[in-house]
């Protein structure tokens, strides 16, 4: 049986260099360091896409073009997985304390991602359940490219420009290449170094408010993953749907991406508020500079996983910059700022509700 035909992003996570290091080392080692690598890449690629399936020493997953309302959060995922990757990589106790050559040989192994956009059906044959489709075997034929000979990159992103044009991004130093493939032919590429981009989210906290620096605090726990709750709160579409009395646009992006520095803007009524990101760890916690008027102040949203494992839990946390008086910033935040913030909580859920959050749920095959 085949299922109707879907559209949506295709992302394939390899670990390199893994045929060369199971060639040097112990089999037993080596498999339960890639085992535990692939279980860092599920992980992360679970809260928001459907595993396919596993594929060796890769990861096969997609998602539907409707669950995507901000194009940057697929970025911001594979970013986030790499750097899942490398921590688990450099600071795994084998690494440390085991002289084994697996354990040695794993700085050696590097990950790589592969994006497309298009079309693919879910076909099920003697009880299995596999992806089909000529877009499915495209993502697949990236994985052979000359990124490397031209680059010289390890670990990197790699889009079609028809997925990048989708998601309706443009990237600055980015590299953009042509590949060609046999039935298939000129595919243009655009690729994203993910060294840097690691150094950039391993960097230590900028602007950090802990509860004892806020002069506000509204917690909140939302039956969402951490993917998908930071999706609602850092795109501008879904802000302007949440209260039609407003209307946020992006201002200014750094080198095409959401990072330090960038900026938003809220037109409500006569007035304009102006938010200034000053720290971003994408899926953890993000903290912006607020200006609206003679109010200014500081605003931090972090997530947290329940305890339940079951959905995410918002720390909401907010400091007045005005130059005031402690007691006069506690009062102004218990009279007025915590019920902003129980409100903009409560517009969430409605808009959760609004969407039919079971839309969100991803599908296992």
Known sequence: MVEQSKRGYLLLADISGYTSF????????????????LEVIVDKFKSFLTISKLEGDAVFAYVDE??????????????????????????????????????????????????HYGSFMVQHVAGTQELVGSDVNLVHRLMKNHIFEKTGWNAYSLFTKHSMDSLNLEIEDAHEQDES??????IKTITINLAPRY???????????SDE???????????????????????????????SENTWSVNRLIGGRTSVGAVNHCLHGKGLMRLTIVDWHPFTYFTCHGVDGNLRWYQL????????????ILQWRWKADMGMPNWLNHLLAVLIVKKVGRDFCKMVEEYIAKI?????????I
């Open 213 to 243: 620096d806020a002069d506000a605090v509204v917690t909140h726990t939302f039956d969402l993953s951490d993917v998908e709750l930071w999706q609602i709160l850092t795109s501008t579409e879904i802000l302007t749907q949440m209260n």
């Open 181 to 186: 493939y046999e039935h298939l032919g000129n």
């Open 199 to 209: 150094e950039m989210l391993a960097a230590s906290r900028l602007h950090y408010l």
């Open 301 to 312: 949203n972090e997530i947290q996983p329940s305890p339940s494992n079951s959905g995410s």
């Open 66 to 115: 409707t669950k995507i309302t901000r194009g940057e959060i697929l970025l911001e995922l594979i970013e986030n997985t790499y750097l899942a990757f490398r921590q688990r990589r450099d600071t795994s106790n084998r690494a440390t304390i085991c002289s084994c050559r697996a354990c040695q040989a794993m700085p050696s192994l590097e990950l790589k991602f592969f994006a």
């Open 22 to 37: 199971l060639a040097k080392v112990e089999l037993e080692h080596a498999h339960e360091i890639l085992t535990d690598l």
């Open 356 to 364: 039919q959050q079971p839309s969100f749920k991803a599908e296992t």
